[in-house]
């Protein structure tokens, strides 16, 4: 009980994200069978793209235990008042007689914002339910040009042993039905396979000159890490992959924008540091060397605190390949880029990994 009460504590002191409308209370659904019953609590409303938008018209989780329930619920933002009634509907919940079905689904205007579950009933074993994305707005009700995100909860008591599959028919804002399949082992977040992007080049390719710096009192940002320690696009913990980073592509002109993410495509929560702990470094014939300098006077250490990351979740990174935008959103002011970048490999390395780095790399072209 301990650990729940942080939880849904830490749920009900975030910002709103999204806004409730229609029936916002619990509901008790008739499954007109005898070894279930089933009570259903909205969860919230938003508008920021899920991981999953790209691939399907919903999402269902079947939830288990607490661990499963903190790895889903930790990546939505919940107002004061919808964190208090998640946390009253799921007070007492006993997973070893009941289950918790999470689903969210997709609908083109800010008026989606309900999710109606019905006809939750057991079948050979496996729970069924039927959910559809609905429009509770009023007649000549203006509403907000925005895909919208609703989601709901779903709690299924048993009076045997409680079952550990589902399969929902969910209908979006646009009337697309789909049936989804949902076990308690099934991945939280995306899988490292469907992430987008790459890790580096494939071809290998030669050194340029080392970094030297002709302005005086400056020091070269040092390497924050074991090169022993890194390794390309993925970390592991236990033999399973748990973060992925990734780079929108390998070769870029001088004044393009590179984008690069950091995903848990794990099944729980995992904690990094900071996203302010990284490197930008040249490939250079003295090893590879960070491109930005600072004054050699000034502190270049880091703040030490975790970031906890819910699966699907993580960081991103968006820098314009110039002088200037390569330290636009550096930790230190101090910082510039001295020489000026040449043509050559990069990478951008990621230490905040507790006992490693991660790291991308890509060719700039002058």
């Not at 870029?252 to 099944?267: C, H, K, M, P, W």
């Not at 040249?282 to 060397?289: M, S």
Request: aromatic letters at 8%; glycine letters at 10%; a negative charge.
């Amino acid at each position: 009980m301990i650990q729940r009460r942080r939880t849904f504590l830490a749920l009900a002191g975030l910002g709103v994200v999204g806004t409730l409308a229609g029936c916002t209370g619990p509901g008790r659904e008739n499954t007109g069978d005898a070894a279930i019953t089933a009570e259903t609590q909205p969860f919230t409303t938003h508008s920021s793209r899920p991981w999953w938008s790209e691939e399907a018209p919903g999402r269902v989780v079947l939830i288990d235990d607490e661990t499963r329930e903190r790895a889903v619920f930790g990546s939505y933002d919940l107002s004061d008042d919808r964190a208090e009634a998640v946390r009253e509907f799921l007070s007492d919940i006993a997973y070893d007689s009941e289950r918790l079905i999470f689903i969210e689904s997709v609908g083109p205007n800010a008026c989606y914002d309900r999710l109606d579950v019905t006809n939750v009933r057991l079948v050979d074993g496996e729970i069924g339910a039927r959910a559809n994305a609905l429009d509770t707005s009023e007649e000549d009700t203006a509403c907000a040009e925005v895909i919208t995100y609703p989601s709901t909860l779903v709690r299924v008591t048993f009076e045997e042993t409680p079952a550990d599959s589902a399969s929902v028919e969910l209908t979006d804002g646009w009337g697309e039905t789909t049936t989804i399949a949902a076990t308690v082992d099934d991945p939280i977040g995306p899988g490292v396979d469907s992430l987008e992007g790459a890790i580096q080049p494939e071809s290998p390719t030669d050194p340029i000159e080392p970094l030297e710096c002709d302005r005086d009192g400056t020091e070269r940002h040092p390497q924050a890490f074991e090169e022993g320690d890194m390794s390309w696009g993925n970390v592991e913990h236990d033999g399973e992959v748990i973060l992925g980073l990734r780079i929108d592509d390998t070769e870029f002109e001088y004044g393009d924008t590179a984008r690069i993410q950091l995903t848990n495509v794990a099944s729980e929560t995992v904690n990094t540091g900071n996203r302010a702990k990284y490197n930008v470094q040249a490939y250079t014939e003295a090893g590879w060397q960070d491109v930005r300098v600072g004054d050699s006077e000034r502190f270049f250490g880091y703040t030490d605190e975790a970031i906890v990351h819910s699966p699907g979740d993580g960081f991103n990174w968006t820098f314009e390949l110039t002088e200037d935008g390569i330290v636009a959103d550096a930790f230190h002011d101090h910082l510039t880029v001295c020489p000026e970048l040449s043509e050559g490999r990069y990478r951008f390395v990621f230490w905040g990994v507790i006992g490693g780095a991660v790291a991308v790399a890509f060719d700039l072209r002058t």
